[in-house]
């Protein structure tokens, strides 16, 4: 007893049925356009602008990339290039977005019913645990055919072909919740290419994965659009992954589009990029500063680099000894001057439902030392830092904390001296105004010590003291994590553990996260940083040592220009070392240890051939 | 001294006072002290879970498994209360056939038993019937409370009632116990016609752990701020379980903030999501899966047909409520 869709939808069913299962007829023989005419868009009726002056065209095929610092429009531009607006998001609309297949009239989406725009572009958004509405992966992906009241068999076919095009068969009986972040966001994908739409748009689809697994997302995106003939738009802020990947990126200021060429000319000249806030990749930085050398095109992957520096000398004693270019608080990479244990771990092993997740891990992170913990998701990183914080009590061995053994469970008890920053710091914002956020600890009783600073300090210190009568949701996604660590620093502690602070956040404010750290050490005279990361290029600026961890156990405890040396060994870790080290690497051929910026490695050049 | 202190209790204003709000205020008490004792948060989660089996039970069709404590619920609700008793025995039986472990029993009994005991104790103060004897008659100064006692008919009313809730939860818990949540969901976006109810179990289900985990995560992060959730270490010490009771109470708004906001902004990207996924475009869905119909699933609807008729039979012999 299946209704009769109506004629318009059975069309576009049709249609779509046609792209999935043969995608070469709807784009390779024939290319379909989307196009995005947006004169403005606000949110609010008189309101500031989001988006103003577009005119995007995107071709089945192709993989556009859009960056572009936060606040700058490339979310809301994807909510209008799948349809969403003005359908679902209200706002100030001014344009159209069409989409037109060769030979036929151009269909205006914004015109078009919700779930039929869906059919022509599909969309994912960053956070995939709430675009996941089922329980199980199999019924996720056939919520929309079976919406569009598809025949049984055409519903099993789209299931199994949208899992098998994101490499997640294997998925298909387990529970959403079981999954891992990068196994959610291909399941995220598949159930939109279940829609069959021609152009997909995925707004940070690799934003919580770790380097292994973005390069998987990414290829799979590259065949989706170089194998299936489908458009691809993919909003980042990974350049260095996603540029050797895409035919086309776009830079985004203001709600404007502002750049909009191949990889190989976009980023060229990189002020530009950082003008704006945005890491460019970091072989074309390096190409840029030394055009003698790469008289091609800039390369955008450490092969490609390889090949045009050939021959190249470099200094013998390259990194070792020479002065330490880096932000980091504690100075060089070796650890002298350093205190005694901060934060101690000895043969802890811990298991969740029969899973082991660490086993016989030992790690001591010495007093001012800023310690990187890297590994694949699902590793044991996160499991290792709350052991330390004492949300997790280890089934066997100790954790200390300043010399102090860490009781768990009672966090209370060593919050005054180790604070955890939470990778989504909305879960740590509880008052109405940053000033109550900030003197939370006076409003419930909570004991300070003498050393703890006055909210108006700490205001001032992440620089929100103008705005300390501002609502904390109406602040940026950076200045809310600068809140969320202020509110830690009210407490005064001696040390940091920092779940992925930087997931979201563009260069701009990465680094200016990473300067307010450096602020507070010098404030507070000594800091420990225990940084739980997948960005490797923060590592190689920031970290004093490096301890990757794979399937619960350490398996390197190095200094990062060492740890980056071995390529094989993080590759195993789900890990890659930044393109310029990988680079180093690869012409010195394995050195001990290798160059970890860009001008560092310019550095290493033999004066001669500088 | 016995004979003073029955004096002082309950022939006394004040001490009438102390009884009635002992009895008001301090069994309802019992119910979450057994609670956290026995099974706590951490506990539900666990024992309320789907745990995989290769049970006949857990083989039945999901849809027959949904209907099981509906139609349960409904003849418990007919019979009257010693043909409900004969009937819990019966919602027994699935239980017997699956074997739980014993710390499951433990916990199950706490869950079932709760309820059952709060009913008592409800009826017992507010099921009134002419010329009720008042087993302890409540002073003047309880008069806000709004009944004249505890009664020996309410009492009596009230276990009749534990009886149709013992039968309910024992039923439920069956389904809930062996059925994995994507059956549940399955069964029924399949038995109830509005998709929009089925969506909404479905979100339910996939949501209620993340919920848990989120509560877990913000508790942790206030926690970090140096906010206390930790039992007291001895709990006969009153003024440490009065602080722990008030910094409970006080958190209730400060962790409702980023779980409610979280919850928000997730049910927008939910809507926008279900929407571009055509939801609610065909009054009819199509469907993925398909379940087979077995021999185990006849027996068990022949079990539910004969006992359907026999409480019928019963009724008309008189067994029934009305």
Redesign the interface.
């Known amino acids: 007893?299946?209704?009769e869709?109506d004629s318009t939808?059975h069309d576009l069913r049709a249609s779509a049925v046609a792209g999935i299962c043969n995608p070469a007829t709807g784009s390779a023989q024939a290319p379909a356009t989307l196009r995005a005419v947006i004169d403005e868009f606000a949110y609010e009726p008189g309101g500031r602008p989001v988006l103003s002056g577009i005119d995007l065209t995107i071709t089945t095929g192709e993989l556009v990339v859009v960056a572009g610092p936060s606040g700058s429009g490339k979310s809301t531009l994807a909510l209008a290039l799948?349809?969403?607006i003005p359908?679902?998001i209200a706002g100030e609309f001014r344009g159209e977005v069409t989409w037109q297949t060769a030979g036929a009239e151009p269909v205006d989406l914004t015109a078009l019913?919700?779930?039929e725009?869906?059919?022509h572009v599909?969309?994912t958004?960053q956070?995939p645990?709430?675009?996941?509405?089922?329980?199980?992966v199999?019924?996720e992906v056939?919520?929309?055919?079976?919406?569009?009241?598809?025949?049984?068999a055409e519903?099993?076919a789209r299931?199994h072909d949208s899992l098998s095009m994101v490499g997640a068969g294997a998925l298909a009986d387990a529970?959403?919740?079981s999954l891992s972040g990068g196994q959610k966001q291909r399941v995220a994908i598949a159930?939109a290419l279940a829609?069959a739409p021609p152009v997909l748009v995925l707004d940070e689809p690799t934003s919580d994965l770790d380097p292994v697994g973005t390069d998987e997302v990414l290829k799979v995106l590259h065949e989706l659009c170089h194998v299936s003939g489908r458009g691809v738009v993919v909003i980042e802020h990974k350049l260095d992954e996603v540029a050797p990947y895409a035919d086309r990126v776009l830079l985004m200021t203001g709600g404007r589009i502002v750049v909009d060429d191949h990889p190989r000319r976009a980023f060229l000249p990189t002020s530009r990029w950082h003008q704006a806030g945005v890491r460019p990749p970091e072989l074309v930085t390096l190409s840029e500063r030394l055009p003698d050398y790469f008289t091609a095109d800039p390369p955008l992957t450490v092969d490609e680099a390889t090949v045009q520096l050939a021959g190249m000398n470099l200094a013998a004693d390259h990194a070792t000894g020479r002065p330490d270019d880096r932000a980091g608080p504690s100075g060089p990479s070796g650890l002298g001057g350093l205190g005694g244990p901060a934060l101690e771990a000895v043969g802890v092993s811990v298991s969740f439902k029969g899973k082991r997740a660490l086993r016989d891990v030992s790690l001591r992170v010495a007093d001012g030392e800023w310690v990187a913990l890297i590994g694949a998701n699902g590793s044991g990183k996160t499991t290792l830092g709350s052991v330390l914080?004492g949300?997790v009590a280890p089934d066997t061995g100790t954790a200390t904390c300043f010399g102090r053994p860490v009781e768990y469970?009672?966090?209370?008890r060593q919050?005054?001296r180790v604070?955890?920053l939470?990778q989504?710091v909305?879960?740590?914002?509880?008052?109405d105004t940053v000033a109550a956020e900030l003197e939370?600890?006076r409003r419930?009783n909570?004991?300070?010590g003498p050393d703890a600073p006055a909210p108006g300090e700490v205001a001032a210190l992440i620089g929100l003291a103008d705005r300390t009568d501002a609502h904390p949701?109406a602040l940026s996604g950076g200045e809310r994590q600068r809140l969320a660590l202020g509110?830690?620093l009210t407490?005064a502690p001696r040390a940091l553990i920092l779940d992925e602070p930087t997931t979201g956040l563009d260069e701009a404010h990465a680094t200016a996260l990473f300067d307010l750290l450096a602020r507070v050490r010098t404030s507070l005279g000594s800091l420990t940083c225990l940084l739980i990361t997948h960005d490797m290029r923060l590592v190689a600026r920031f970290a004093d040592r490096v301890v990757a961890v794979r399937e619960g156990e350490v398996v390197l405890d190095t200094v990062p220009r060492r740890a980056f040396a071995q390529p094989d060994l993080l590759s195993r870790c789900g890990v890659r070392a930044p393109a310029v080290s990988a680079l180093h690497g690869r012409l010195a051929g394995q050195p001990a240890e290798v160059a970890l910026s860009v001008p560092e490695f310019v550095g290493l050049l033999v004066p001669s051939l500088r | 001294m016995m004979h003073t202190l029955n004096h002082l209790l309950f022939h006394t204003l004040a001490g009438q006072t102390v009884v009635a709000y002992a009895i008001t205020f301090l069994v309802p008490l019992v119910g979450p002290i057994l609670f956290l004792r026995f099974v706590g948060l951490k506990g539900l989660r666990n024992v309320l879970s789907y745990e995989a089996a290769d049970t006949a039970i857990h083989r039945l069709d999901p849809r027959l498994k949904l209907l099981y404590p509906i139609v349960i619920t409904t003849l418990s609700v007919l019979l009257n209360w010693e043909w409900t008793d004969v009937l819990f025995g019966v919602t027994l039986v699935p239980w017997i056939l699956l074997r739980p472990s014993a710390l499951r029993v433990r916990v199950l009994a706490v869950i079932i038993g709760i309820p059952a005991l709060l009913s008592i104790w409800s009826q017992g103060l507010y099921y009134t019937t002419p010329n009720d004897h008042l087993i302890f008659a409540y002073p003047i100064t309880m008069a806000w409370v709004g009944t004249a006692g505890l009664s020996t008919a309410g009492l009596v009313y009230g276990l009749h009632q534990a009886g149709r809730v013992l039968v309910t939860a024992s039923a439920a818990l069956v389904l809930i116990f062996t059925t994995g949540p994507s059956d549940v969901v399955w069964a029924t976006t399949k038995l109830l016609a509005p998709q929009r109810l089925g969506l909404a179990i479905s979100v339910g289900v996939r949501f209620l752990p993340q919920v848990f985990e989120r509560l877990n995560t913000v508790m942790r992060a206030a926690e970090v701020r140096g906010y206390d959730f930790s039992r007291p270490e001895k709990w006969w010490k009153l003024g440490q379980l009065w602080n722990y009771g008030r910094r409970m109470v006080r958190a209730l708004p400060l962790l409702t903030v980023p779980i409610l906001v979280g919850s928000l902004r997730g049910c927008g990207q939910m809507a926008l999501v279900a929407d571009s996924r055509a939801f609610g475009v065909n009054k009819r869905r199509t469907t993925y899966r398909r379940v087979a119909w077995t021999r185990a699933d006849r027996a068990a609807v022949a079990a539910a047909v004969a006992l359907v008729l026999g409480a019928f039979v019963v009724i008309g012999l008189g067994g029934g409520r009305f």
């Open positions: 007893m299946i209704a869709p939808t799948a349809g969403l359908h679902r019913p919700l779930h725009a869906a059919q599909g969309i958004f956070n645990e709430y675009q996941l509405i089922q329980y199980q199999d019924a056939a919520f929309g055919p079976e919406n569009l009241a598809l025949p049984h519903v099993v299931v529970a959403i919740s159930a829609m914080m949300f469970g009672r966090i209370p919050a005054d604070g955890y939470f989504n909305d879960d740590m914002i509880f008052n939370f600890t419930h909570v004991p300070a949701y509110a830690l407490r």
